[in-house]
T-cell receptor, first 112, second 111 residues
Framework: DTAVSQTPKYLVTQMGNDKSIKCEQNLGHDTMYWYKQDSKKFLKIMFSYNNKELIINETVPNRFSPKSPDKAHLNLHINSLELGDSAVYFC???????????FGEGSRLTVL | QKEVEQDPGPLSVPEGAIVSLNCTYS??????FMWYRQYSRKGPELLMYTYSSGNKEDGRFTAQVDKSSKYISLFIRDSQPSDSATYLCAMTSAGGFKTIFGAGTRLFVKA
C-alpha cells in the first residue's frame, strides 16, 4: 500500500496550458510539502502545509496554486505553463515539522 | 551563496571501496541533519537522521556532523553496486517545515 501517491506520473503539455497534480498520503501525517527537482537533480522546496494551512511559500510564482482539502491531500495547480516549469514535482509528508520526509515517486512535467 | 553546498560528482568507485560524501552549510540555525538516497526515477528515501555533533552508525553507513565547522559527512563502507544512486544531504532548523537539500552527489559503484 503506497504511503505517498501522486498522479499523474507523467505530463506532457504545451506552453500556456494549465495542469494539476494530485497527492495523497495514508500515513496520518499532519504536514505535507511540494518540492521541485530540476534537471540537475536540485531539490527545492515550494510549499509546506500543516493541518491544511499554508506555512511556507518559497517565493513561488502565483501561477502555482496549492490546495489542501484535508490533511491527507495536497494538490498543485499550475496556470499558464512556461518552459522553465519542466521538472519533476515531488509531494512529501512528515509526522513532525522537522522530521523525516516521506516522498512520492514524483510527477514528471514536460512543457513544450 | 547557497545555504547548503554539495559536490554533484559524479563519483565512481570500485565495489568494496569506502565512500565519503560531504556537505557544508552556512546557516547556523540548522539543527537537524539528514542523508537521503534517491534511485533513478524514484523519490528520495531517508538513510540517516542526526541532531547533534558527532557520529551515528547504521550498518555500513556512518553519518558525521561537525557543527563548529558547519560540515556533515556520510561514509559508506564496503560499497556495493546497489549503492549506486544520488545521495542528498538535507537539513532543517528548529522551526521546521522547511528542509533544505544539497545538490546531491551521483555515486556509481562498479562491480
Amino acid at each position: 500500500d503506497t504511503a505517498v501517491s501522486q498522479t499523474p506520473k507523467y505530463l506532457v503539455t504545451q506552453m500556456g496550458n494549465d495542469k494539476s497534480i494530485k497527492c495523497e498520503q495514508n500515513l496520518g501525517h499532519d504536514t505535507m510539502y511540494w518540492y521541485k527537482q530540476d534537471s540537475k537533480k536540485f531539490l527545492k522546496i515550494m510549499f509546506s502545509y500543516n493541518n491544511k494551512e499554508l506555512i511556507i511559500n518559497e517565493t513561488v510564482p502565483n501561477r502555482f496554486s496549492p490546495k489542501s482539502p484535508d490533511k491527507a491531500h495536497l494538490n498543485l495547480h499550475i496556470n499558464s505553463l512556461e518552459l522553465g516549469d519542466s521538472a519533476v514535482y515531488f509531494c512529501a509528508s512528515s509526522q513532525d515539522r522537522d522530521g523525516e520526509l516521506f516522498f512520492g515517486e514524483g510527477s514528471r512535467l514536460t512543457v513544450l | 551563496q547557497k545555504e547548503v553546498e554539495q559536490d554533484p560528482g559524479p563519483l565512481s568507485v570500485p565495489e568494496g571501496a569506502i565512500v565519503s560524501l560531504n556537505c557544508t552549510y552556512s546557516n547556523s540555525a540548522f539543527q537537524y541533519f539528514m542523508w537521503y538516497r534517491q534511485y533513478s526515477r524514484k523519490g528520495p528515501e531517508l538513510l540517516m537522521y542526526t541532531y547533534s555533533s558527532g557520529n551515528k552508525e547504521d550498518g555500513r553507513f556512518t553519518a558525521q556532523v561537525d557543527k563548529s565547522s558547519k560540515y556533515i559527512s556520510l561514509f559508506i563502507r564496503d560499497s556495493q553496486p546497489s549503492d549506486s544512486a544520488t545521495y542528498l544531504c538535507a537539513m532543517t532548523s528548529a522551526g521546521g517545515f522547511k528542509t533544505i537539500f544539497g545538490a546531491g552527489t551521483r555515486l556509481f559503484v562498479k562491480a
